[in-house]
C-alpha cells in the first residue's frame, strides 16, 4: 500500500485536542493522546499515512527530535538579534 510521511509543527494543545500545521500552512486537530509522550507545543513530527485499503489509512507520529532542535535555535538566533537591535527605552519585555 501507499506511504507518505510529511512534517508537522505542534501548534497548539488545548482541551485534549492538538492543532498540528503543516509546512505548506494546513492545519490538522487530532485527539493529543495520538501525540508521543512528553510532546509539546513547537515539537516537530513526522507523519506517516499509510493507505490500508478500501478507503481507510493508518497514521503514525514520530517525534523529530532535530526538526525541533533546527526549529528552536533558529528562534533562538531571531531573538538574540532583535534583542542586538534594541536601542532600550520605557518598555522592558
Known sequence: MA??????????????????EGEDGRILHVPARWLPLGCREGDWL????????R????????????ATRRARERLRKQV??????????????
Do not use: H, M, N, Y
Not at 510521511?5 to 485536542?17: A, G, P, Q
Not at 513526522?46 to 485499503?53: F, I, L, Y
Open 80 to 93: 538574540e538579534e532583535l534583542e542586538a537591535r534594541d536601542p532600550g527605552g520605557d518598555i522592558t519585555l
Open 3 to 20: 506511504r507518505t510521511t510529511e512534517s508537522w509543527v505542534v501548534d497548539s494543545l488545548e482541551d485534549d485536542v492538538a492543532a498540528l
Open 46 to 53: 513526522r507523519v506517516s499515512r499509510e493507505q490500508t485499503g
Open 55 to 66: 478507503g481507510k489509512a493508518t497514521l503514525t507520529f514520530a517525534a523529530d527530535l532535530e
